[in-house]
């Protein structure tokens, strides 16, 4: 099972400002089988990317996911006020499903 | 509209049992593999369990394994999680999820999140 973990825990940035968020896998993510999600405090998750690089239905462009093997990162071009809220990763393509602990982007 | 709405929450006491169910709406649901994954107050999201789109293919955490069941009713669009023997580590807000591939499998990314049903276990 891997394990996998986010990088920064929290990114304190002002809108309009580029985030980059880190996620590192144990073992070797078969098929860039990588997703990430979004949620908002008291909302449930959304999903942004699957397949490492490709956007959910209705996902902006400023969203982006790059990355293969172990590392892989979630790229916000420029930050929008709606944009603030807790990042996941997760591994898929095997069970158990793995989610990091999540990066917070807060407002600086 | 393509939705989850779960029910079946509560508060229980250690040892008891719930039953989670979560009804679909909007999108053919035996085509689709299911999950439940849960959230601790405060905390991030834990994958509880996934079963494929005919109920054949099951998968459990390490953490409720022996515990909790997964099942469904595809006539009724219905999700079910029967938990059993509760923790108070099991305090959690459940949501349930599709899986986004129309493979039946319940191992890919999550594209559509109910809302979710918290259950509460404290003496």
């Known amino acids: 099972e891997s394990v996998l973990t986010q990088s920064p825990g929290t990114l304190s940035l002002s809108p309009g400002a580029r985030a980059t968020l880190s996620c590192r896998s144990s073992?070797?993510?078969?098929?860039?089988?990588l997703a990430w999600y979004q949620q908002k405090p008291g909302q449930a998750p959304r999903l942004l990317i699957f397949?490492?690089?490709s956007r959910a239905t209705g996902i902006p462009d400023r969203f982006s996911g790059s990355g293969s093997g172990t590392d892989f990162t979630l790229t916000i071009s420029r930050l929008e006020p709606e944009d603030f809220a807790v990042y996941y990763c997760q591994h898929y393509g095997s069970s158990p499903g793995t989610f990091g602990q999540g990066t917070k982007v807060e407002i600086k | 509209e393509v939705q989850l709405v779960e029910s079946g929450g509560g508060v229980v006491r250690p040892g008891g049992s719930l039953r989670l169910s979560c009804a679909a709406y909007g999108f053919s649901f035996d085509d689709y593999g299911m999950n439940w994954v849960r959230q601790a107050p405060g905390k991030g999201l834990e994958w509880v369990s996934g079963?494929?789109?005919?109920?054949?293919?099951?998968g459990y955490a390490d953490s409720v394994k022996g515990r909790f069941t997964i099942s469904r009713d595809n006539a009724k669009n219905a999700l079910y999680l029967q938990m059993n023997s509760l923790r108070v580590e099991d305090t959690a807000l459940y949501y349930c999820?599709?899986?986004?591939?129309?493979?039946?499998?319940?191992?890919?990314?999550?594209?559509?999140w109910g809302n979710g049903t918290t259950v509460t276990v404290s003496s």
């Open positions: 999820v599709r899986a986004g591939d129309q493979s039946g499998y319940y191992f890919y990314y999550m594209d559509v």
């Open positions: 073992q070797s993510v078969n098929s860039n089988y």
């Open positions: 079963i494929n789109w005919n109920g054949d293919s099951t």
């Open positions: 397949g490492a690089s």
